[in-house]
Nanobody, 117 residues
């Protein structure tokens, strides 16, 4: 059964940086589009960034220029480098994997990121 495990969250001051990691237990990792979503209290879950199996990326406007998504198809992992963090980035961040042909979806358990002084 496919699983995603996030790590790297925590508390950081405004302007600081964090790197989230997501390790996937998936048989053919490269056929999955990998994404990071986030959900703040009282808000809907929103897409933060996505990356295809060949490395094409896209970002939410709110994080462009500050966040970078990347993946390692050999280690079956996806990363989210977050810089110049703002209090409004505070949320639970979720790793997501979507099979690009079958459209099956797997979610991680989520990890808390808190930006506060």
């Amino acid at each position: 059964q496919a699983q995603l495990v996030e790590s790297g969250g925590g508390l950081v001051q405004p302007g600081g940086s964090l790197r989230l990691s997501c390790e996937a237990s998936i048989s053919i990792f490269r056929v999955y589009m990998m994404s990071w979503y986030r959900q703040a209290p009282g808000n809907q879950r929103e897409l933060v960034a996505m990356i295809t199996g060949v490395g094409s990326t896209s970002y939410a406007d709110s994080v462009k220029g500050r966040f970078t998504i990347s993946r390692d198809n050999i280690k079956k992992s996806v990363f989210l480098q977050m810089t110049n963090l703002k209090p409004e980035d505070t949320a639970v961040y979720y790793c997501n994997a979507e099979h690009m042909i079958e459209r099956s979806v797997v979610w991680g358990q989520g990890i808390q990121v808190t930006v506060s002084s």
